[in-house]
Structures are given as structure tokens and as C-alpha cells.
């Protein structure tokens, strides 16, 4: 029968994937060998924008890009985890966005530690029970998260790689929607579905809580609840999608940095963020931006937050294009410190697709 036929061809060929997939880990752990030697990072930014690069310009098809990836990513985090016991710290608990994120970093191999806040996040990796960590930094409906911000005007840690993830927010309960009379969720996830709430369900109260998680766990024991969250929430927590996709904006995204205690080797295409402070005078902010001008630097956002040492004094928090070892990026940093009050290269990394 030609079907046998086909499956028997399948079998060999998955013969062959996994003789070679076991070939590729020989490598890897060798590879990790060498960089214990050597004391160098396993996780490899740089690298792994190498490999997926290289995977996308092998792929001819009919295998879409897209799951050529999650292959590759599932292949890179079962190397992680072989050449050491690697541990990523998140703002959880499970199936937050950032959890999500985490995981799209990571996969599935690698274990994961979940926090209950952002400064146990930077905790755990500054006292090294978590190799990386994943924070939220800013999503594009709502802004900054602050408490991600504060944390770096004093952390020694940097930054080694980000990511971005659309954010599609669902309405999850196990009771039906004519019956839902109060909502959880956290404030920021509010705020991105403003409009929807006020047209769909106008005199529902909004109860906030720290975590999207939390909301599904609340709105399961509270009669008349339900909660605004994520889909994977919907999975693992068996509770009924009311309605999908309620964000305000399509394309609301939320970016998300790792944090390490290394800077990524340059690629090509990175990004540089920066914090510092300048003196209270006329034009000093003026003159600090104006090196990046001077070097034909682009730069990618800004954002102030007070210093927390003195009432209104600002620390300043700058992206821009380009690695803080390219020639040119150097430059400006050196030039930008003769105008600082303090200024620290917060890390150099993969610049990620949005
Ligand atoms: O090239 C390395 O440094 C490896 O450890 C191998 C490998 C891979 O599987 O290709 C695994 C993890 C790193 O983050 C990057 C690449």
C-alpha cells in the first residue's frame, strides 16, 4: 500500500533527523566544555541570531520559516540545558506574559524559576540563582513599566538580549458573560483594553491584581468574576474564553528584556541602552543627546524617571542603534559621559524583530 510505503520512507528519514540531532548535542558539549574552560557564558546571543539567520536562508520550503524556527529554537534551549543545569528567573507566576515570553526565548528544555516581582527577578540572577532573568520594560499601548526602570538606575547586571510579544488579551471565566459583574486583572492590561471594557461590559467592576495569573486564579473562586489574561492562562487553568482578542490597539506588543551578567557580542544589527543623569542647567539634557547627532547615531527611545536620591532630579534612559564596541557608538558614549552627572552602558544586544 502506498501509504506503508510513505510512512516507511518517514521512519528512515526520522532515523536520520535524530541520529543527526544526537550529532549536533556531541558538538554542543563540546562546545560547553570549552566555554567552562574558557568561563564563558552558555547562552550566546549573538550566536543564536547567527544560527536562526543561517536556518531561514537553508530553508527553501515547503517547511514555513516559522516553524523552522520553533525547531531550531527547541534544539538550541535541549543545548542549553545539556551544557549546564540553566536557570531563567520571571516575573510569573506561570503563563504570565512574561512566562510567555521567557519561554519564546528559552523553550522548553531549560528550567524556570517563577517570581512574584521584578526586583526578586534582578535578585535572582544577581545572586546567581538564575542564570538569565525576564522582565517587562514597555508595551506599546501603555508605556514604560516603571518598576523594570527603577530597577536598572542601580542594578550591576546587563542587559544581553530582548524580545517582543503581541499580547492578545482574552476574557476567561467559567460563568457566561451576562453574569459577570467584576473583572481581574492587572492595571496595565486595563489599560489596554479601555475602550472594549467601557463598550462591552459598561458597569463591571475592575478589581486590579498583581499579576494576569492571579486574576484567572480569582475569577475560578469568585461567584460573578472573571478575568482579563492571556490564552495559554485559558489552557492551563481550564477556564472558558468569553472573548478573544479586546486589546484596544491590534498589534499591542509588549517588549521584554534579558538580563544577564554579560553584555552579547556584536552582530551586525544591535541595540545599546544607556542610563544617565545630567547637571540642572540650561540645555545640559540638549547638549548630552546632541553627541549622538554629532555621530549620526540613531536613537531609539527615551525615557526619564526620577532619580530616587534627590526630589526632582531625573535619570534619563536611552536606546540607540548599534553595538557600545562599534567605533562609532564608543565614540559618542565617551563624548555623552563629559556631559553626565553618572552614566552606565546598561548592555549591548540583539536587536530583535518587532
Ligand atoms: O555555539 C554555542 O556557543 C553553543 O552553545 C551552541 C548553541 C546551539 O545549539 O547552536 C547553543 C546555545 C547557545 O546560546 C548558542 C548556540
Known sequence: MNLDHLRNEIDSLDSEIVKLLNKRINVVLEIGEEKKKAGAEVYVPSRERAVFEKIKALNQGPLPDEAAHAIYREIMSAALALETEMKIAYLGPEATF???????KFGVSVDYISTSTISEVFNCVQNRTADYGVVPVENSTEGAVTHTFDQFATTPLKICAEIY???????????????INLIFSKQEVF????????????????????????????A????????IASVMASDMYNVDVLA???????????????IGQEYSAPTGADKTSIVFGVKHK???????????????IN???IESRPSRNKAWEYYFFVDIDGHADDPEVARALDELQEHCTLMTVLGSYPKAET
Not at 512574561?98 to 519564546?104: E, K, L, S
Not at 467601557?198 to 475592575?206: F, H
Not at 478573544?244 to 534579558?258: A, C, K, S, V, Y
Not at 540650561?282 to 549620526?296: E, H, I, P, R, T
Open 98 to 104: 512574561t512566562h510567555q515570553a521567557a519561554r519564546n
Open 165 to 179: 510579544l503581541p499580547i492578545s488579551l482574552t476574557l476567561l471565566s467559567n460563568q457566561p458573560s451576562n453574569e
Open 191 to 218: 489599560g489596554q483594553c479601555r475602550s472594549w471594557l467601557t463598550a462591552n461590559m459598561p458597569n463591571v467592576k475592575l478589581s486590579p491584581v498583581e499579576s494576569t495569573t492571579k486574576a484567572v486564579q480569582l
Open 220 to 227: 475560578i473562586e469568585t461567584p460573578g468574576a472573571a478575568a
Open 244 to 258: 478573544e482578542n479586546i486589546q484596544d490597539m491590534q498589534g499591542n506588543t509588549t517588549r521584554f528584556l534579558i
Open 282 to 296: 540650561v540645555g545640559a539634557l540638549y547638549d548630552a543627546l546632541s553627541v549622538f547627532k554629532a555621530d549620526n
Open 299 to 301: 536613537m531609539t527611545k
